[in-house]
Nanobody, 113 residues
Framework: QVQLVESGGGLVQPGGSLTLSCAGS????????LAWVRQAPGKQRELVAS???????NYAEAVRGRFTIFRDNAKNTMLLQMNSLKPEDTAVYYC???????WGQGTQVTVTS
């Protein structure tokens, strides 16, 4: 059974930075595309960034140039480095394996002054 655990969320001022981490179990990190998705209050869940098993990354337009996604297959981890955070980045962020329709429990990111 695939398990994903996120960490690293918190409260940050606009313009600040946070790094989210995702720890996964099993062989999923070796074979599958991974993704970060987020859901803000009252809004649908949206894709933030994804990365293939060969480290090809894609970003949502809203975060391109500010967020960077990394993966370490040997350590079964994935990171999301978030810089220049804006209030509209406030959301619960989920680590995901899209092909398996699997998500972690989420970690809250709040950007406010």
């Amino acid at each position: 059974q695939v398990q994903l655990v996120e960490s690293g969320g918190g409260l940050v001022q606009p313009g600040g930075s946070l790094t989210l981490s995702c720890a996964g179990s099993g062989n999923l990190f070796t074979f599958y595309r991974l993704a970060w998705v987020r859901q803000a209050p009252g809004k649908q869940r949206e894709l933030v960034a994804s990365i293939s098993n060969t480290h090809n990354a894609n970003y949502a337009e809203a975060v391109r140039g500010r967020f960077t996604i990394f993966r370490d297959n040997a350590k079964n981890t994935m990171l999301l480095q978030m810089n220049s955070l804006k209030p509209e980045d406030t959301a619960v962020y989920y680590c995901s394996v899209p092909n398996l329709s699997t998500w972690g429990q989420g970690t809250q990111v709040t950007v406010t002054s």
